[in-house]
């Protein structure tokens, strides 16, 4: 069973996706909320696994409560305004519904949830071999095979692969959310590798192929013991 929160500051919105929710046998409604730090209660308490959240509300919109959120549930942004859609993606939220909603379309959106909730517990990000991140103007596709890894500059990344770099505006945390954590790994607080292109671990550092070259990427001490982890389950 999907436990199921609804946040919108318009009452027939929470109604039209009450009456939904009450369709679906794997939902159920643990609560309707008309403002976001009234939904902060209930994430917290840790006992949501799936929020249809709309946007522009009022104290708090429902992209500033995403960024707030340290380990979100899963995030269906429902909205009339088609202009969040991209940031909404770059948080890492599974569907974006556009007001008003036919249920035919919440219910693809549910059906996109319990996909990815299948794969998380194979311990995978998602069902796709891709992802896409904001760059130079445009939506940029980045295969998770061509990655190398990736480092942090403040509010920017870099997402060096195999040939060329993608520099985009996000930060490490909200793009490791997108990353199959069965296939990379954050060895700093600055870089994150995949873990396929790992050649070999050189006391504090992990040594990689870059451009035909030998590249050494720092190990922070925080994550060494993963590292280590990650060596001795003979995943390398």
Same mark, same amino acid.
């Given at each position: 069973m999907i436990k199921t929160l609804i946040v919108d500051d318009e009452p027939l919105a929470l109604d039209i996706l009450e009456s939904y929710i009450e369709k679906l046998p794997d939902l159920t409604m643990i609560g309707k909320c008309d403002n976001a730090i009234e939904a902060n209660d209930y994430i917290q308490k840790g006992e949501v696994d799936l929020v249809f959240l709309d946007i522009n509300m009022p104290q708090m919109?429902?992209?500033?409560?995403i960024k707030s959120l340290s380990n979100p549930p899963k995030i269906v942004i429902t909205t009339a305004y088609a202009e969040h859609a991209v940031e909404g993606f770059e948080l890492n939220a599974t569907d974006y519904l556009m007001k008003p909603i036919a249920f035919d379309r919440f219910l693809k959106a549910v059906n996109k949830v319990k996909e990815r909730m299948e794969t998380n517990g194979k311990g995978e990000a998602?069902?796709?071999?891709?992802?896409?991140?904001?760059?130079?103007?445009?939506?940029?596709?980045?295969?998770?095979?061509?990655?190398?890894?990736?480092?942090?500059?403040?509010?920017?990344?870099?997402?060096?692969?195999?040939?060329?770099?993608?520099?985009? #505006?996000?930060?490490?945390?909200? #793009?490791?959310?997108? #990353?199959?954590?069965? #296939?990379?790994?954050?060895i700093h607080r600055s870089y994150i590798v995949n873990i396929g292109r790992i050649n070999a671990v050189v006391g504090n550092s992990i040594e990689l192929t870059e451009s035909g070259k030998a590249k050494h990427i720092p190990i922070g001490k925080n994550y060494k013991d993963e590292v280590l982890r990650i060596v001795e389950s003979n995943k390398l």
């Open positions: 919109t429902g992209l500033e409560l998602s069902g796709d071999d891709f992802f896409f991140v904001k760059a130079d103007k445009k939506l940029v596709k980045i295969k998770f095979s061509e990655i190398l890894y990736i480092e942090g500059l403040k509010d920017y990344v870099i997402i060096k692969k195999e040939e060329g770099r993608v520099i985009a #505006l996000q930060t490490m945390k909200s #793009l490791q959310a997108k #990353l199959p954590a069965n #296939l990379f790994q954050r």
